[in-house]
């Protein structure tokens, strides 16, 4: 339990605690009702801005500052890094997984990460 605290905590330190309640918030009242493509894009906003918090010299000795940064960098995600985003899923007691029309399940977290990588992708130019 105290390692899933930790996890927590760093993306707390990271954003500020302010924020990181917002985060959950929005998530509490917008994943039940939103199409996965629209939270998809939310979250992805999210860890961009933890991305950009993840630079500032104070924040140097977050172990989720290294992950953030590496993980964008190689476009691929870490177990932690899906962890810290699924535990505000969590908080926000919302279920990250859902079944499309055909019955497939799948992740809103995989396709946050998914448009978390290619934020600056714009495939009309």
């Known amino acids: 339990m105290a390692k899933r605290m930790n996890k927590e905590n760093n993306l707390k330190k990271l954003v500020g605690s302010e924020v990181y309640d917002v985060w959950v918030n929005m998530i509490k009242i917008l994943v039940p009702n939103a199409r996965t493509h629209r939270i998809s894009v939310i979250v992805?906003?999210?860890?961009?801005?933890?991305l950009d918090q993840s630079y500032l010299k104070e924040h140097k000795d977050n172990s989720l500052t290294h992950i953030l940064q590496e993980s964008y960098d190689n476009n691929e995600a870490d177990e932690e890094l899906f962890n810290a985003i699924?535990?505000?899923?969590?908080?926000?007691?919302?279920k990250y997984t859902r079944k499309n029309s055909k019955g497939d399940q799948y992740c809103i977290i995989e396709n946050s990460l998914n448009q978390f990588f290619h934020w600056e992708s714009m495939p009309w130019e």
Do not use: S, T
Request: glycine share 6%.
């Open 44 to 50: 992805a906003g999210m860890l961009h801005y933890a």
């Open 86 to 94: 699924k535990l505000i899923f969590n908080k926000a007691k919302v």
